[in-house]
């Protein structure tokens, strides 16, 4: 699979297992030494979650199962803080 950056921020990512939205990509984290992407950035919840990187959430890479025109379906059992 190979996309942009671009074409991936703004996106809304939804958990399959319990249909709920998560937020919009506003970031990626890169592996240095391979350069592949390992997770995406999610703005946590609130105001300090748009400002504070500790309270952003991150999805595993591989918990992503389809990146679609609008959206980005991912698949997460559980996430930090009690979501999902």
């Given at each position: 699979m190979?996309?942009?950056?671009?074409?991936?921020?703004?996106?809304?990512?939804v958990?399959?297992c319990?249909?709920?939205?998560?937020?919009?990509?506003?970031?990626?984290?890169v592996?240095?030494?391979?350069g592949?992407?390992?997770?995406?950035?999610?703005?946590?919840?609130?105001?300090?979650?748009?400002?504070?990187?500790?309270?952003?959430?991150?999805?595993?890479?591989?918990?992503?199962?389809?990146?679609?025109?609008?959206?980005?379906?991912?698949?997460?059992?559980?996430?930090?803080?009690g979501?999902g």
């Open positions: 190979c996309c942009l950056f671009t074409s991936l921020k703004n996106k809304e990512v958990n399959v319990d249909g709920s939205a998560l937020g919009c990509v506003c970031d990626i984290e592996n240095c030494t391979n592949q992407v390992t997770r995406l950035v999610l703005p946590g919840d609130g105001i300090a979650g748009l400002l504070s990187p500790k309270k952003r959430l991150t999805v595993p890479w591989d918990c992503v199962e389809r990146i679609g025109d609008d959206v980005i379906l991912v698949r997460l059992a559980s996430l930090p803080g979501k």
